[in-house]
């Protein structure tokens, strides 16, 4: 029963050539992203990701205005703020955005609430999200999207949560761009299984 499961998440790559052609409604989709999001694991079940689903205008507007005016507050010179705008625009050319939080406020509360790992719970947190993201990004995968993970949180968290009116708590941490595929990833090299996965006591 497995076999299905490897299947889609060797599936999952990171496809960059996206366009806007539709593949499900919204709606539909929002729900396939929530479902997977619901179902995320998380540590003491803390539920402290959050996602904010951006689509059309305000997709554009994410990857179009607000992240390269957030480049240009940083990025020192001119060509290197050229080639980095150059790429907002590939990320602008799919369908929507997945913008994944953590919020803050839970993440206290569990280390008030169980002081014993209070130092381990944003370490946890971040797990979380992880997963979080990956569970959605198969499930797109699956849904026939092609997606990519993007990371500008650092510049935009604070004018997404002014914009969308989110808690101040809520930390932006990963972007999922996704749209119809149009084209594929890119050869995936690997290292040698005993590197990465060792066995004691079998039979």
């Given amino acids: 029963m497995s076999s299905a499961f490897i299947s889609a998440i060797a599936a999952r790559r990171s496809i960059y050539p996206l366009s806007k052609k539709a593949i499900l409604p919204d709606a539909k989709l929002a729900t396939v992203i929530q479902e997977a999001v619901k179902h ?36 020192p010179d001119e060509e290197t703020l050229a080639k980095g ?14 913008l994944f939080f953590e919020d803050e406020k839970v993440i206290k509360g569990m280390q008030e609430n169980v002081a014993l790992y209070a130092d381990r719970f944003p370490q946890w947190s971040e797990h979380g999200s992880g997963m979080a993201q990956i569970y ?9 999207y092609g997606a990519n993970l993007q990371h500008y949180g650092n510049l935009t968290g604070p004018v997404v949560a002014k914009k969308y009116e989110l808690p101040e708590t809520y930390a932006l941490k990963a972007e999922l761009v996704f749209g119809h595929p149009e084209g594929s990833a890119n050869e995936k090299p ?14």
């Fill in 40 to 75: 995320a694991p998380s540590s003491f079940n803390m539920m402290s990701s959050r996602v904010v689903i951006l689509f059309g205008a305000e997709h554009d507007a994410y990857w179009n205005d607000i992240v390269p005016a957030e480049l240009k507050k940083v990025v």
């Fill in 85 to 98: 705008v150059e790429r907002t625009k590939m990320f602008g050319a799919g369908a929507g955005t997945v």
């Fill in 136 to 144: 959605a990004w198969t499930a797109l995968e699956l849904e026939g």
């Fill in 190 to 203: 690997f290292l040698p299984d005993a590197e990465r996965v060792k066995t004691f006591g079998s039979s």
